[in-house]
């Protein structure tokens, strides 16, 4: 379903100097399978999920998605597949902090076609699916770590997207809050068939998802934990 071929991603640090972040990188990701990309702070992990994600573009190389090369197509063609493709879940759950629980996890499919009361019968769904129907109401500034990023979870799901693409998605949670989180994640994508990947910088994080690959000086390397 994803497939990068060598893809290669350079950034151009302040200094000037370039530095070659991800290096003849090849990754293959299925429906289905669950995969954690491991990695020291700073050593590229975020970049790769938003290449996985099309947020960002390959320097070199080549990445496919359902056999589709990415890397020529328009941004418009790129902007729908990435939102029919692709949830986002992110270390900050960066949720909008005036709307509610409801409304953040409808906002994206204000930008879709749908009528109302489907809308909110899809919310109520994924605010329960995520065990937060009674907290519908509240904003994020009154629910707890572990309950806004249930929020976010709720959200990234809302369009039914085939990716489920997690950028340290219990880094700003307590252990028990995050093993949680992660079982939700699991739970979730073990039901809809998505394809999950979680970028971590934690061994125990890692190991409950079926794959490992870990990112060091630029490559990245299949690992059995
Ligand atoms: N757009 C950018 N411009 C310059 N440097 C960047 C850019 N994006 C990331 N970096 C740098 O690249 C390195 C890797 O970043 P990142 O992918 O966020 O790592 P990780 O998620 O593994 O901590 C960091 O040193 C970061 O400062
Ligand atoms: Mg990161």
Redesign the pocket.
């Known amino acids: 379903m994803l497939e990068l071929r060598d893809a290669q991603k350079t950034?151009?640090?302040p200094s000037g100097a370039a530095?070659e972040?991800l290096q003849n990188i090849s990754l293959k990701i299925s429906p289905g399978e669950s995969v954690a990309v491991l990695?020291r702070?700073?050593?590229?992990?975020?970049?790769l999920l938003g290449l996985l994600g099309l947020l960002d573009n390959l320097d070199q190389g080549s990445y496919l998605v359902d056999g589709y090369e990415t890397t020529t197509m328009g941004d418009r063609s790129l902007a729908c597949l990435r939102g029919e493709m692709f949830g986002f879940v992110y270390q900050r759950f960066c949720l909008m902090s005036r709307l509610s629980a409801f409304q953040n996890v409808e906002a994206p499919l204000l930008y879709r076609p749908g009528r109302k009361v489907e809308r909110r019968r899809a919310v109520c769904a994924a605010l329960e699916k995520v065990g937060l129907s009674e907290r519908a109401k509240h904003k994020p500034d009154q629910l707890s770590g572990g309950e806004q990023q249930r929020v976010a979870i709720a959200r990234a799901l809302i369009h039914c997207p085939r990716v489920i693409l997690a950028d340290e998605p219990t880094g700003s949670l307590d252990h028990d809050t995050g093993g949680m989180i992660l079982d939700l994640l699991l739970n979730l994508v073990k039901d809809t068939g998505a394809a999950l990947v979680v970028?971590t910088h934690e061994t125990q994080i890692a190991k409950r998802l079926a794959r490992v690959l870990r990112?060091s000086d630029g490559l990245l390397i299949e690992e059995k934990l």
């Open positions: 950034i151009h640090l530095l972040l990695g702070s700073g050593t590229g992990k975020s970049t970028v990112i």
